[in-house]
C-alpha cells in the first residue's frame, strides 16, 4: 500500500506567503534606508564632521520646504498622476508673501492667503483632470507655466522680507543640546540647534501619516492608485479624491513657499525651477511606486533625506562639480524604477 504525501495545508503555507508579501511591500523602503546608511558612512569616513549632530540636522534644516514639496507629491504619486507646478507655485507663494508684507499686512493674514491660494490652484488643476479627463503631466504643466508667469508678473527680482515675524523665523534657532570641540585654541563650545521651520514639516508629516493610514480618505487614495475602475466598483469617492490630492499637492507648495520665505527671508520669482523634479525623485527613491497604489510618505522623507546628503557631499567637498551630484540623483532613481518594475513583475 502506497501512501502520498500531500503538501502542508496548514498555517505553515499562508505564513509564508505573508512573510513574501510583506517583504515585497517593505523592500523599497528598506532598500531606502540601507542606502542612505552606506551614503552617511561614506560622507563620515570621507569628510570630517560629516556625521556631527550638527551637520545631520542641516540634513533637515537646509531642506525643511523640499520636505513638505515631497509630502504633497506623494499623495498625487499614489493615486498615480503627478504635479509638475510645485516649483512654481512655491516661487508664486515667496513672492505673494513678500509684496503683501512689504505693503504692510500682517503675517496672520498673509500665510493664509498665500495657502488658499495654492490650494485652490490646486483644487482647479484637480478638476481639469477630473471632469475633462486632462492627462496630469499636461494639467500641471500648464499649471506650472500660469503659476511662474504670476510669480514673475508680480515681481522680476528678488524681494527682501523686512517684516519682524519673518525675520524671528529666519533668525531664531531651537537649541537642543551644547557639543564641545578641541580646537588649536582651546575648547570650543557651540549650540547643535534646528529651526522652526522644521518644526513645522514633521508636524505636516505626521498629519500626513494619520490621513493615509487610519482614514477612509488615505484607504480611498491607495484604492485610486491600485486600481481606478475597482475603487468605482467598491462605491469610493474616486472623483472627490482625486481632485483633493491635487489640492493638498498645492497646499503643500505654498506651505513650503512660507518655508522658504522663512529661510531666506525673501520672496524670489524664480526659485524652485526644478524642484518639482527633486519632489518626485525623493517620492521615488522613497520607495512610492510611479504607478500608484503602494509606498509611504515616510519613504518620501527619507528620499529627502537622501537627496539632502549627496548635496551635502558637495557642501564638504569644494571641488565636487554640481554636475555630479544630478548625475548620482539620477543614477539612484534609475536604479529605484528598476526596483519597482522588478517587484511589480513578480506579484504578477
Not at 48 to 66: E, I, M, P, R, T
Not at 77 to 97: E, F, N, Q, W, Y
Not at 320 to 340: D, E, H, K, P, S
Request: glycine fraction near 10%.
Amino acid at each position: 500500500m502506497t501512501t502520498t504525501l500531500q503538501p502542508a495545508i496548514g498555517p505553515e503555507a499562508p505564513s509564508k506567503k505573508r512573510s513574501l508579501k510583506r517583504f515585497e511591500r517593505y523592500s523599497p523602503i528598506a532598500a531606502t534606508v540601507v542606502l542612505l546608511i552606506v551614503m552617511l558612512a561614506f560622507g563620515g569616513i570621507r569628510y570630517d564632521n560629516f556625521l556631527s549632530g550638527q551637520a545631520l540636522l542641516d540634513l533637515f534644516n537646509k531642506n525643511s520646504y523640499l520636505f513638505v514639496l515631497a509630502i504633497g507629491m506623494t499623495f498625487v504619486i499614489l493615486t498615480g498622476g503627478i504635479d509638475l507646478s510645485v516649483g512654481a507655485v512655491m516661487a508664486m507663494g515667496t513672492v505673494i508673501a513678500a509684496q503683501l508684507l512689504s505693503k504692510g499686512w500682517s503675517p496672520a493674514l498673509v500665510i493664509p492667503v498665500v495657502l488658499v491660494i495654492s490650494t485652490v490652484l490646486g483644487l482647479l488643476v484637480g478638476l481639469m483632470i477630473d471632469k475633462f479627463k486632462i492627462q496630469p503631466f499636461i494639467a500641471t504643466l500648464a499649471a506650472m507655466f500660469l503659476a511662474r508667469g504670476l510669480s514673475l508678473m508680480i515681481t522680476d527680482r528678488q524681494i527682501a522680507i523686512t517684516d519682524t515675524f519673518f525675520q524671528k523665523m529666519n533668525l531664531t534657532h531651537i537649541n537642543l543640546w551644547e557639543t564641545t570641540t578641541n580646537t588649536r585654541r582651546g575648547v570650543r563650545v557651540s549650540d547643535v540647534y534646528t529651526t522652526w521651520s522644521v518644526v513645522i514639516a514633521l508636524l505636516i508629516l505626521v498629519i500626513a501619516f494619520v490621513v493615509l493610514h487610519y482614514t477612509r480618505f488615505g484607504r480611498t487614495v491607495y484604492a485610486i492608485g491600485g486600481g481606478e475602475s475597482s475603487a468605482n466598483l467598491m462605491g469610493l469617492a474616486v472623483a472627490r479624491t482625486k481632485i483633493s490630492v491635487y489640492a493638498i499637492s498645492g497646499l503643500c507648495s505654498g506651505l513650503a513657499g512660507i518655508l522658504y520665505s522663512f529661510y531666506t527671508a525673501s520672496g524670489d520669482p524664480i526659485v524652485g525651477v526644478g524642484y518639482e523634479l527633486n519632489a518626485i525623485a525623493a517620492v521615488v527613491i522613497g520607495g512610492t511606486l510611479l504607478a500608484g497604489g503602494a509606498g509611504y510618505v515616510l519613504g518620501s522623507v527619507l528620499g529627502v533625506i537622501t537627496l539632502s546628503v549627496i548635496y551635502a557631499y558637495k557642501d564638504f567637498d569644494g571641488g565636487l562639480n554640481t554636475g555630479w551630484t544630478r548625475v548620482m540623483i539620477g543614477a539612484l532613481v534609475l536604479l529605484f524604477i528598476v526596483l519597482q518594475r522588478v517587484l511589480v513583475a513578480r506579484r504578477k
